[in-house]
C-alpha cells in the first residue's frame, strides 16, 4: 500500500510528464494569427562545388544538376523568353580574374580602389564561388536567369543577388523573381526596387524568398536595370511547416509578450535584416531604439522585401497597420532574414 505521499508525489510526477509534452508557443495579442518559427535550411548551393559535389573551376559551366533530397536542380538562362534555359550559369571566384560580374568602390564605410567582385560582407558570406551570366549574356537584353526544378517540386525557397545597383536616378524595379507551376502559371512574385534597399549594397547580398501553396516547376529572375548578375547561397527547398507563420533564420526571436521592455543594444559589430512580406496585407517594420523607443515605420507592400543594415542586438518589431504585434526580433552578427507568410 502506498503511503499519501508516495501518492503526492506519483501525481506529481504524472503532471511534470504531461506539461513536458505540450508544445511550447509564444504569446500573440488577440486577432494574432502567425508565430514565430525558428526555420533551418534543408540544403544551402553555395556554388562552393559542383553537382558531382567536385570543386569548381572558374568559368566552369553548370551542367550538372545540383541535388537536395529527391529534388534536382539547374541553373541557366532563357534567350527567347520560353521560360527554358538555353545556356548554362557559370561558376566565378570571387576577387577580380578578368571575367567578372560586378564592382565595388566601398566596403562597408570604408572606400575602396575599385576592384572586381569584393565580398565586404564581415563574415565572408560569399565563400569563394557564386554563380554568374555568360559575357555573352546580358539580363537587360531579357536573358533571365531561369532555377529548374524536376524530382519532388518545393514551395519555398530563397538566395541572395549580390551588388544590387541602380542606373542613376532610375526608380523601376531592379529585379524582378517569378515562380511558376508546372504549367508555367505564375505562383508569386518578388519584386525588389530602390525603395527596397539601403543606400548602397556594394559588395553585398541582397536575400530573398519566395513561398507559394503550389508546387515551383521553374523560378525566373530578370532584371530592367542590371546586365550581370551575381547569385549565390540558394536554398531550393525550405521546410516551413504550415502556413500563416512568422519564420526568420539568423535572428533571435524576443516575442510579442516583450514589447515595450526591450531596446537595442548598442554593438558596434554590423549585420543587416531583411524583411520580406509574403501576405496579401502591408506590415509595417519598426527599429526599437537603444532606450526602448519605436522609431519611424516603413510600410512593407505585399510581395515585396526590404534590407536595412543595422548592428547586432538591434531590435525591430513587424505589426500589422493596425499596430498589432506580428514579431519581435534582435539581429545577430550575421545578416538576419524574417519572412511573414
Known sequence: MLHN?????LFFLLVL????QLPITYAQPPGVTPRVVIVEPDVIIDFESDGFE??????????????????????GFDLNDDLIIDTPALFERYGEDGTDSFIVSRCGDQDIEAAWDVDCTPDGQGGDFFLRNPESVSL???HDLII????????????QLWDVDFR?????????IEAFDTQGVLLREV????????????????????VTTNPIRRVRISSNNVGALGFDNFTPVRNLGRFNQISHIYLVPLGCERQGSVRSGNSDTQSAITINNQTDEPVKMIPIDSNGFRDLPIV??????????????????VTSMDNRCLALVELTKISGFLYIL
Open 5 to 9: 505521499t508516495s501518492r503526492w508525489g
Open 17 to 20: 510528464f504531461v506539461v513536458i
Open 54 to 75: 567536385i570543386a569548381p573551376q572558374d568559368n566552369q559551366r553548370m551542367i550538372v544538376p545540383f541535388t537536395a533530397n529527391n529534388t534536382f536542380i539547374n541553373f
Open 140 to 142: 537587360l537584353s531579357g
Open 148 to 159: 529548374e526544378y524536376t524530382g519532388a517540386l518545393p514551395n519555398s525557397l530563397s538566395g
Open 168 to 176: 542613376g536616378e532610375d526608380l523601376s524595379d531592379a529585379y524582378l
Open 191 to 210: 519584386a525588389i526596387s530602390k525603395f527596397d534597399l539601403p543606400s548602397s549594397l556594394d559588395g553585398l547580398p541582397f536575400t530573398f524568398s519566395l
Open 300 to 317: 512593407l507592400e505585399p510581395g515585396r522585401a526590404r534590407i536595412r543594415p543595422g548592428f547586432e542586438t538591434d531590435v525591430w518589431i
